[in-house]
């Protein structure tokens, strides 16, 4: 099959596989497999392994990273393309609908008072996550006084998270190199 032909059943695989997968990402990597080497014999094995462990070390949802390199290796950019608007355009579909349905029912007492249930627990989750971060976070006088900085910057004065980060980052990369160099003295 010649490549621009496989367009559009690569859309449509990667449609099929984000409509119809509960679970995240990784629920999606068995359904890829067996569409992409199995079935359609696209791939090797080790080629879709390959595109697995690349995706999960890179930045973003695993299914949307696996979608756009296994459709970039099939059909390079444009299979790329197809493939990850095909694996995202479900779940945009859907948040679309019930974005709508928000906002006719937003004034039913019962949905107000249900998601602001939702909206604590949601605090809760996030203040968990903190926690979690927190005890794996090395401890000391430049971490609290990273985390505190970072706090101010971002939360109070309202600066612009990436370069919060990025800031936070220098500067705990030359404390980090400062200290080497005095240590090797």
Do not use: H
């Amino acid at each position: 099959m010649k490549q621009t032909k496989k367009l559009p059943a690569l859309f449509l695989t990667f449609l099929r596989i984000g409509a119809f997968t509960f679970g995240g990402g990784y629920a999606m990597i068995p359904l890829i497999q067996r569409e992409i080497t199995e079935k359609r014999k696209w791939l090797r094995e080790e080629d879709l392994l390959d595109i697995i462990a690349i995706a999960e070390s890179t930045p973003g949802p695993i299914a949307i990273n696996t979608a756009t390199f296994v459709g970039y290796r099939i059909c390079g950019f444009t299979g790329a393309l197809c493939a990850t608007l095909g694996v995202v355009l479900p779940s945009f579909l859907i948040l679309l609908a019930v974005s709508a349905l928000l906002r006719i029912f937003a004034e039913v007492r019962p949905l107000v008072y249900a998601f602001s249930g939702i909206r604590a627990g949601v605090l809760a989750l996030i203040v968990r996550a903190l926690w979690s971060m927190y005890k794996q976070c090395p401890k000391g006088a430049l971490a609290y006084f990273l985390m505190g900085a970072s706090f101010l910057c971002a939360g109070v004065f309202s600066f612009p998270v990436l370069p919060v980060l990025i800031g936070c980052a220098l500067f705990g990369l030359v404390f980090t190199l400062v200290k080497e160099r005095r240590e090797k003295r």
